[in-house]
C-alpha cells in the first residue's frame, strides 16, 4: 500500500506564500505514473491542480500558472506544491495525489493523502 501525507498548510495573508510537501511511504510498488496536487474548497468539487510526470514534465491549471510550481526530491521522497501570490480563492483543503501500479497483474490506481488546509486570509 502506499501512505501520503501533507504539510505546510496554514493561515496566510493575501499576496503572500506558502509550500506544501506531500511525503510518500509505501512497500514495494511495480511502478509509480505520476503525482499531483488537487483541492477541494467549500461547498465545491475536489478539482485538479498540477501534476508531475516520472519524466519531470508537469501541468498546470492555467490560473494557476506563474504563482504555483509543483516539485518532486526524489531523494527525500517528497512532492511539494510551491504557492505563491495566493487570494483568498485559493483557500481549500490540498491534497496529494498518486497514481500507482502496485503489481503487474494489477490495474494503475489512485492513492490519497488526507488533505492539508489552506486558508488565504483578505
Known amino acids: 500500500q502506499v501512505r501520503l501525507v501533507e504539510s505546510g498548510g496554514g493561515l496566510v495573508q493575501a499576496g503572500g506564500s506558502l509550500r506544501l510537501a506531500c511525503a510518500a511511504a509505501s512497500g514495494s510498488i511495480y511502478g509509480l505514473k505520476q503525482m499531483a496536487w488537487y483541492r477541494q474548497a467549500p461547498d465545491k468539487q475536489r478539482e485538479w491542480v498540477a501534476t508531475?510526470?516520472?519524466?519531470?514534465?508537469?501541468d498546470y491549471v492555467d490560473s494557476m500558472k506563474g504563482r504555483f510550481t509543483i516539485s518532486r526530491d526524489n531523494a527525500k521522497n517528497t512532492l511539494y506544491l510551491q504557492m505563491n501570490s495566493l487570494t483568498p480563492e485559493d483557500t481549500a483543503v490540498y491534497y496529494c495525489?498518486?497514481?500507482?501500479?502496485?503489481?503487474?497483474?494489477?490495474?494503475?490506481?489512485?492513492?490519497w493523502g488526507q488533505g492539508t488546509q489552506v486558508t488565504v486570509s483578505s
Open positions: 495525489n498518486a497514481v500507482v501500479q502496485l503489481a503487474p497483474e494489477f490495474p494503475e490506481m489512485p492513492f
Open positions: 508531475i510526470n516520472n519524466d519531470d514534465t508537469t
